[in-house]
């Protein structure tokens, strides 16, 4: 029996949840309830479709119900049940063009490169951390809109992964970020594991300049107040040091 879903509503209509397991730091999907259907961003583990399924119906809602999976990158944490629940019925699975054939399984995705504090934390992978192959009907680019919450505009974000994307909802003042930042100990920080790292930085920017009030991070706890400006200002706490510069570094003999 799966357990009760952990379901928190962070702005009108739009939950975020929790993914359990403990594989990863406090996981999160997120499903928008409209009038008729349901639109879910991310979808967690390969096992965690009943999960997902368990929170509609906590929510009144079924499983045939879900029109619209987006995936914000081709990772199995994220895009790991899509699979299972494009079969459900009438779902529509988004991605990326840049990501779409990944996610489909034709090509092999790009290698996160760790820093040295990553990789206290983390195996070096030696292939990427794909999700089981899944069909794509849209693929989408920055400023492409989708009918979410009355309109959620793309944000391609890349540096995370090559095509990872973010969904701005303006009606909401909400951002979803993926994993382009994330929250960590009461801090908002630079997402880990990432392709490129001053890529993330320049994604989490524009990220930051929808200014938006609510944050859903793809792992940590939501905020509620100045997002955009705390996503602006993200720490970098599994950085790489900066190069030391200046004179006061000389050895004199």
């Given at each position: 029996?799966?357990?009760?879903?952990?379901?928190?509503?962070i702005?009108?209509?739009?939950?975020?949840?929790?993914?359990?397991?403990?594989?990863?730091?406090?996981?999160?999907?997120?499903?928008?309830?409209?009038?008729?259907?349901?639109?879910?961003?991310d979808?967690?583990?390969?096992?965690?479709?009943?999960?997902?399924?368990?929170?509609?119906?906590?929510?009144?809602?079924?499983r045939?119900?879900?029109?619209?999976?987006?995936?914000?990158?081709?990772?199995?944490?994220?895009?790991?049940?899509?699979?299972?629940?494009?079969?459900?019925?009438?779902?529509?699975?988004?991605?990326?063009?840049?990501?779409?054939?990944?996610?489909?399984?034709?090509?092999?995705?790009?290698?996160?490169?760790?820093?040295?504090?990553?990789?206290?934390?983390?195996?070096t992978?030696?292939?990427?951390?794909?999700?089981?192959?899944?069909?794509?009907?849209?693929?989408?680019?920055?400023?492409?809109?989708?009918?979410?919450?009355?309109?959620a505009?793309?944000?391609?974000?890349?540096?995370?992964?090559?095509?990872?994307?973010?969904?701005?909802?303006?009606?909401?003042?909400?951002?979803?970020?993926?994993?382009?930042?994330?929250?960590?100990?009461?801090?908002?920080?630079?997402?880990?594991?990432?392709?490129?790292?001053?890529?993330?930085?320049?994604?989490?920017?524009?990220?930051?300049?929808?200014?938006?009030?609510?944050?859903?991070?793809?792992?940590?706890?939501?905020?509620?107040?100045?997002?955009?400006?705390?996503?602006?200002?993200a720490?970098?706490?599994?950085?790489?040091?900066?190069?030391?510069?200046?004179?006061?570094?000389?050895?004199?003999?």
């Open positions: 029996m799966t357990a009760q879903p952990d379901l928190l509503e702005a009108p209509s739009l939950y975020r949840l929790r993914i359990p397991d403990g594989e990863a730091h406090l996981l999160n999907s997120y499903l928008w309830l409209g009038p008729d259907s349901v639109a879910l961003f979808t967690g583990w390969q096992h965690s479709a009943p999960v997902v399924e368990a929170a509609l119906h906590a929510l009144g809602r079924s045939t119900d879900v029109r619209q999976v987006v995936l914000s990158h081709f990772h199995e944490d994220h895009a790991g049940a899509a699979a299972e629940i494009a079969t459900w019925g009438y779902a529509e699975i988004i991605a990326s063009a840049t990501e779409a054939p990944v996610v489909r399984g034709i090509d092999e995705g790009a290698l996160p490169r760790l820093t040295a504090a990553e990789e206290a934390i983390h195996q992978p030696t292939e990427p951390p794909r999700a089981p192959a899944c069909r794509v009907d849209i693929e989408v680019d920055d400023g492409d809109v989708l009918q979410i919450a009355g309109e505009r793309v944000l391609h974000l890349p540096g995370h992964t090559p095509g990872s994307i973010a969904l701005h909802l303006p009606r909401l003042d909400v951002v979803l970020t993926g994993d382009t930042v994330a929250e960590f100990n009461g801090q908002v920080v630079l997402g880990v594991f990432n392709v490129d790292r001053a890529e993330t930085r320049r994604s989490a920017l524009s990220i930051a300049s929808t200014g938006a009030q609510i944050a859903g991070f793809g792992h940590g706890e939501a905020i509620f107040a100045d997002a955009g400006t705390r996503i602006g200002h720490e970098d706490p599994f950085g790489d040091p900066a190069p030391r510069t200046g004179t006061s570094s000389t050895i004199r003999s």
